[in-house]
């Protein structure tokens, strides 16, 4: 199972001062160039969905294994906040920053800018995020709708059961009307 291969959900964010990150012909090069890199030399496994930021610019969402470089970015997710905010921040507005999530830069990323966040918790929720990304708008900026690499297990476990789909708890269903699919999301006890 890769579940446990991946330790950072990661965003790459392409800096259009160095690269024209609008076109996917400019960018696709350096993001191959820099996943070969961290694949061959640090072992890296790693999913990565791009997509068109509101400007147009092309970044990346996705998870990484831990054979990656990190530092403290200097600033912490606190709960029920959408966006990191700096410690000094925190403590200005009274929350426990031992509380709050650390959010690390990925210095090894040079096309841009980067954050990670350590992966915790349920499983389920963190696949589901994931498919969140890779079905919000069914683009295949690069010709695919994610990119995949490392050493990572592609067979997905199969289990099969004996299920009414009618009367079956459902976690979370999605409609993804462009490719005239809806996925339902079944948690199991193993």
Same mark, same amino acid.
């Given at each position: 199972?890769?579940?446990?291969?991946?330790?950072?959900?990661?965003?790459?964010?392409?800096?259009?001062?160095?690269?024209?990150?609008?076109? +996917?012909? #400019?960018?696709? +090069?350096?993001?191959?160039?820099?996943?070969?890199?961290?694949?061959?030399?640090?072992?890296? $496994?790693?999913?990565?969905?791009?997509?068109? &930021?509101?400007?147009?610019?092309? &970044?990346? &969402?996705?998870?990484?294994?831990?054979?990656?470089?990190?530092? /403290?970015?200097?600033?912490?997710?606190?709960?029920?906040?959408?966006?990191?905010?700096?410690?000094?921040?925190?403590?200005? $507005?009274?929350?426990?920053?031992?509380?709050?999530?650390?959010?690390?830069?990925?210095?090894?990323?040079?096309?841009?800018?980067?954050?990670?966040?350590?992966? =915790? %918790?349920?499983?389920?929720? *963190?696949?589901? =995020?994931?498919?969140? =990304?890779?079905?919000? /708008?069914?683009?295949?900026?690069? %010709?695919?709708? =994610?990119?995949?690499?490392?050493?990572?297990?592609?067979? *997905?476990?199969?289990?099969?059961?004996?299920? /009414?789909?009618?009367?079956?708890?459902? /976690?979370? #269903?999605?409609?993804?009307? $462009?490719?005239?699919?809806?996925?339902?999301?079944?948690?199991?006890?193993?």
């Amino acid at each position: 199972m890769n579940e446990s291969s991946f330790k950072y959900f990661v965003t790459l964010t392409i800096d259009p001062d160095k690269v024209n990150s609008k076109d +996917p012909r #400019e960018v696709i +090069p350096l993001l191959r160039s820099f996943l070969k890199n961290m694949t061959s030399r640090y072992g890296l $496994k790693y999913i990565l969905i791009p997509e068109h &930021h509101k400007s147009g610019g092309i &970044h990346l &969402h996705g998870l990484f294994s831990d054979s990656i470089e990190l530092v /403290d970015s200097g600033t912490r997710k606190a709960k029920g906040y959408e966006k990191p905010m700096k410690i000094e921040t925190l403590k200005r $507005k009274g929350i426990n920053v031992d509380e709050c999530q650390m959010v690390y830069n990925l210095p090894q990323w040079k096309h841009g800018w980067s954050t990670a966040y350590e992966v =915790y %918790g349920n499983v389920n929720g *963190v696949a589901s =995020y994931i498919t969140k =990304y890779i079905t919000k /708008d069914l683009a295949k900026i690069f %010709g695919n709708f =994610y990119y995949a690499g490392g050493n990572i297990t592609r067979e *997905v476990p199969k289990e099969l059961t004996d299920t /009414d789909f009618q009367t079956a708890d459902f /976690d979370k #269903e999605y409609e993804i009307a $462009k490719a005239f699919l809806k996925l339902k999301y079944l948690t199991t006890d193993v």
